[in-house]
Nanobody, 118 residues
Framework: QVQLVESGGGLVQAGGSLRLSCVPS????????MGWYRQAPEKQRELVAR???????KYADSVKGRFTISRDNAKNTAYLQMNSLKPEDTAVYYC????????????WGKGTLVTVSS
């Protein structure tokens, strides 16, 4: 089993920046993919960005050029640097992780709230 703990959320003005961190514990060497998802009020959860153990990345079109996902493979810690934040980025951000060969996200954190004021 793997547990994921997010941190770094908060309130920021539009145009500002935040950096989210996701620290795993447990069987961390089983993790292949790590990612960030978000869910805004009354909306479905959506992928923000993900990164594989080989550092291949994928971003939602809405965050390309503004957000950067990175990973410390030694610690399997994932980060999401968010720049040029917009009010529409307001959401609960969840860290997720997928095991090797799984094809899906197997583990989820409890989420951290990001609020962007206009």
């Amino acid at each position: 089993q793997v547990q994921l703990v997010e941190s770094g959320g908060g309130l920021v003005q539009a145009g500002g920046s935040l950096r989210l961190s996701c620290v795993p514990s447990g069987n961390i060497f089983s993790i292949d993919v790590m990612g960030w998802y978000r869910q805004a009020p009354e909306k479905q959860r959506e992928l923000v960005a993900r990164i594989s153990s080989g550092s291949m990345t994928k971003y939602a079109d809405s965050v390309k050029g503004r957000f950067t996902i990175s990973r410390d493979n030694a610690k399997n810690t994932a980060y999401l640097q968010m720049n040029s934040l917009k009010p529409e980025d307001t959401a609960v951000y969840y860290c997720a992780a997928g095991r090797y060969g799984s094809g899906t996200m197997d583990y989820w954190g409890k989420g951290t709230l990001v609020t962007v004021s206009s």
